[in-house]
Every structure is written in C-alpha cells, then in structure tokens.
C-alpha cells in the first residue's frame, strides 16, 4: 500500500549513542517533516524539507540533523543521543499546496 | 505565532451518546484550514474532519462534525453514537500560510461500555 513507511518501529540507545532514523515515502510527494510527540503536548516540528537537495528548521531542531537525498527519503539522525530525546517520532509528507498530510505510524524511541 | 489549545486532558462517554471536545486557536492568518486528528493506541494520526476557514458552513463527517465559530476562534468537534472503537486521543490542529501544522497537546477520549 501506498504511504509512508518509518524504520525502525522501536529503539532503545545508550546516552550518547548516535543513529538514524528513516522514512520513506512512496507517493511523489515534495514536503516531508519529522515531528516529536511527547506525553501532554502536541507534534512539534523537528525539521522539514521543501524537496529533493532541501532542509530546513522547525520548532525544536536541536541534537537532530536532517537529510534529504533522494525525494522519496527523509533521514532524521541524532548525532549524541540524550535522554530528553526519549520521545515517539513521526515522519509526515504531503504535495505541495496541499493541505492532505499523510503520517508514517510513528518510532518509539527511548534514551537510556 | 499560531497557538492551538485543548483545554481538556481527558473526556469520556457512555457508549452510543454524544460527546463535545474543545478547541480554540488564536491566527492572524485570514485564510487557514483546521482540523481534527485521532490517534488510537496504535500511534497512526488519522484525519477525522477539517474545516475551511472561509466556509460558514460547518463540516459533517458521518458521526462526526465541527461548530464552527471563526469570531470566537473556537473549532470544536462533536462525536454523536459514541463507539468504543472511538476510544482515542484527538488533537485539534491548525494550519498556516506555509501549510505548516499547529497542534494542541490532546484530549483523550474514553468510551464507557
């Protein structure tokens, strides 16, 4: 089926350890996010991308970097992984001027 | 800056009646879209409903539908027939010039058999 695909579905780091996270998307779409949701708040935006080549800063970008290589991939890496990153992670994507959001089914990462 | 709030953590409801949850926004913005989100305990967001701001009208999806009030900024969604497959966290969210999405923290719903 078409859509977005996270990996890994769970993860458990050491503090400092680094590693990457990926989603992939098989719908053509140009803008893809990566969001955090923690316990009592909303999705904050991590980082973003417009298109191919492209990344830019949302709300809380700090410890994350961010790649955009290939259209269809969007890689989130945390270079010195922290306990306060212990947090469930979403990658999203969408057409441009579109308002249709389309969500992976998240990454529970935890930070030991 | 947009800011979304969802002034009740949690709600809940006897099976087969109807439910109200809250949301208000605050947007400079004059043209913006908003909407509802679930999220069962398997994590995957799923649209429920949205509403254009320039639409008077409000949204209907089946069970589920909005009022509406853009002079108050109030986006509130109504479950009428609650299942307890509707059992869930719902998050308001709303949406920028830059399609960029707002959310409010959730309230979750708990459906009473």
């Known amino acids: 089926n078409a859509g977005v695909t996270q990996t890994p579905k769970f993860r458990v780091l050491k503090t400092g350890q680094s590693m990457t996270l990926l989603c992939a998307q098989d719908?053509?779409?140009?803008?893809m996010y990566w969001y955090r949701q923690d316990p009592g708040m909303g999705l904050r935006l991590i980082h973003y991308s417009v298109g191919e080549g492209t990344t830019a800063k949302g709300e809380v970008p700090d410890g994350y970097n961010v790649s955009r290589l290939k259209k269809q991939n969007f890689l989130l890496g945390l270079e010195s992984a922290a306990p306060s990153q212990t947090s469930v992670y979403f990658c999203?994507?969408?057409?441009?001027?579109?308002?249709?959001?389309?969500f992976g089914s998240g990454t529970r990462l935890t930070v030991v | 800056a947009q800011t979304v709030t969802q002034s009740q953590p949690e709600m809940s409801v006897q099976e087969a009646e109807t439910v109200t949850l809250s949301c208000t926004y605050d947007t400079s913005e004059s043209d913006y879209y908003l909407f509802w989100y679930k999220q069962p305990p398997s994590r995957q967001m799923i649209l429920v409903i949205r509403q254009e701001a320039y639409k008077q009208q409000n949204a209907t999806e089946n069970r589920f539908s909005v009022n509406f009030q853009k002079a108050a900024k109030s986006f509130s969604l109504k479950i009428s027939d609650s299942q307890l497959g509707d059992a869930a966290m719902y998050f308001c969210a709303s949406m920028d010039s830059n399609y960029q999405l707002i959310w409010g923290a959730g309230t979750k719903l708990i459906i009473k058999p």
């Open positions: 719908m053509n779409h140009e803008y």
């Open positions: 999203a994507s969408r057409y441009t001027s579109n308002y249709g959001y389309t």
